[in-house]
């Protein structure tokens, strides 16, 4: 198992590097709904795309500001060793006694207040999937009940660049089986996807942006097309 190695300078960097020239050249902006602000513990996401893992690096620097931890498959973070730095720990899949280091490792970062945040989907799957099917793994970090639910969802509209919406939700465990907890986030997670999506369709203003959009092409059209209106 590879333990987390975080650097702040990198962290300040890397997030810097990352809204500047990753996201906001591609996306309009990203939305997040505030009335159910988390507080740390485990995080567990839907996983839709490549950006996820960005997404969550700006969610949670300029939002959530949490001590927080990714559980990453090992062969990426052998890959690309320096997300270490950022707080990303690996699961290696197929060999009990590592899944359950990465666990117990998982747990120790819970116990004294940190965030873990865990993409129980294991792999990208097409936002309209259905069911969202999770795995095992998650249910072996409940050691408290409350959850927090996060949805990451990518939607085109008026602008040339898609906008990403994110909605967080606490869940509290009813279940007591393995089976059973695994059904009930599984089925939880699709709840919030569902709504996050029915959100982007009525266009909902309960959403903030993290940060001013960015100008692309059809905003400074419409701009030069009001300023020759103006002269005439």
Known sequence: MIEANKKKWFSNIFSTFVKERQIRPFFHTINVRA????????????????????ILLMLNEYYLRHDVHVLMDEDGLRRFPFFRHLGAFSIKKGKLSDIRASLNYANQLLSVGKSVWVFPQGREYPQEHRPLEIGAGATMLLAKPEVRLCAIYYAFASHASPVVYVRFRT?????TTRREQKQELATALEQLYDDTRADV????????????PRRGLADWTEHL????????
């Open 225 to 232: 097309l009001n300023i020759g209106r103006r002269q005439r």
């Open 171 to 175: 869940h509290t465990v009813v279940s």
């Open 35 to 54: 009335d159910d602000v988390p507080t740390p513990g485990l995080f567990l996401s839907t996983h839709s795309s490549w950006w996820d893992g960005l």
């Open 201 to 212: 369709i009525a266009q909902s203003d309960r959403y903030m942006s993290l940060f001013p």
